[in-house]
């Protein structure tokens, strides 16, 4: 046991002195500040400001687009200001006055609105005209905006009308929609949300479980793994550097998941990403149960790249080598990943028990509500049995080819290191 913490030790110490993982966590790091900073940035592009006082728009939130109507034939009897009302996202500014198309070209120019609209009325058909900087940004007139103009001049013809109230909700009803669904199970969560924190998950497990490939590689390289093997056993330095690097590993996740937490308290305002990620559904349960998957996919990949990593002895043939674990986590990947697509599909729930899988998907189903006790305690045990399956694969072949510094062992060579029965 003493040896094992002596070379995850080792390992830890290694890894985190090598100038490539101090600047990839940098850059890793800097692009999350940045990233939550993204708002910021736009308002000093855009020259935006929400606190400005004396300023007509100081109220308007930042990414409201600046709107200006012109009405100057007030066919819409002065009912337009109905419009800041409505949160379409615009900062609305009514106008009665002869502006020419001049006129507005500059104040567009000048920053002073964004877009405009100029309403006039030939024989019975009002003609709207939509002013922008660029046509090539905009397809069409915004179908809310079009929705929220019918609406009010609609509302206006029928006051005239002289109806009563009764009889204007006869034409104008209030729908309740209410959505059912026929399936059994309820999904909980935003599914494209999901598949993003999957991908993260999927990279974080696959490229902690790469270095261990990489580190054994370059100790055979450097001559270091000839010390190590004298030292201790080939199953200690296997199970070492997997411990040592997926420490590591965690670190990192720690230290990402942290720049994030003090980044969205720092830079973004309070509730904004309340309607993009659901945080009723992290619970401490949901945060151990991806702990779990963490280590053990990171366990199974890392022992499969301990195996590649110790049939070659040039840096240069392991990319090569990792290639068929490579094939085999990105099949995994995308079996998890298109499946959530359809959470409830038998195909999901297969994803969710094969351990090429599993820590990519099983964690979501927990997340989205539809993983039962069951499901859960065969998909951890599958793993595990996994995980223990490929450690003696791996020991036993690692423990032969550890010093060879030839060319790459095949695999007919493996399977026969694997079958000799005097190791």
Known sequence: MKDLFIVAKFTIKDMIKRKSFIISNLIILLFIVIGFNIPNI????????????????????????????????????????????????????ISN??????????????????????????????N????????SMVNSVPES????????????????????????QSITPNFAFEMKQTEEQEV????????????????????????????????????????LVTSTTPRTIVLGKTIGIGIVGIIQ??????????????????????????????TPFLGLVTLVYFVFGYAVYALLYALTGSTVSKPEDVQSANGPVAIIAVIGFYLSYFTMMNPTSNLNQIAAILPISSPFCMPFRVMMGIATP???????????ITIFVVAKISIKIYSQAILNYGSKISLKEALQMYKNKNV
């Open 42 to 93: 736009m308002d000093l592009i855009t020259g935006k400001n929400t606190q400005e006082s004396g300023d007509s728009n100081s109220s308007a939130n930042a990414f409201e687009t600046k709107m200006l109507i012109v009405d100057s034939e007030n066919i819409f009897e002065n009912t337009l200001t109905n419009l800041n009302e409505m949160n379409l996202g615009y900062n609305f500014t």
């Open 97 to 126: 006055e002869n502006l020419s198309f001049d006129n507005i070209k500059q104040k567009i120019e000048n920053k002073e609105l964004d877009e405009a609209i100029v309403i006039s009325k030939k024989e019975n058909q009002i």
């Open 128 to 135: 709207l005209e939509y002013i922008v900087k660029n046509l």
């Open 145 to 168: 905006l079009v929705n929220a103009l019918t609406s009010l001049y609609s509302n206006l013809q029928i006051s005239k009308l002289g109806l009563t109230p009764e009889q204007i």
């Open 188 to 227: 909980q969560g935003n599914p494209f949300v999901i598949m993003l924190i999957s991908l993260v998950l999927f990279y974080a497990i696959y490229f902690c479980a790469y270095q261990v490939s990489s580190s054994i590689t370059t100790e055979k390289t450097s001559k270091i793994i000839e010390t």
């Open 253 to 282: 996740i720690v230290a990402i998941i942290a720049t994030a937490l003090i980044s969205n308290a720092l830079f973004l305002e309070e509730g904004i990403l309340d309607g993009i990620i659901d945080f009723d559904n992290i």
């Open 374 to 384: 069951t499901e859960l305690i065969v998909s951890i045990a599958i793993l595990v």
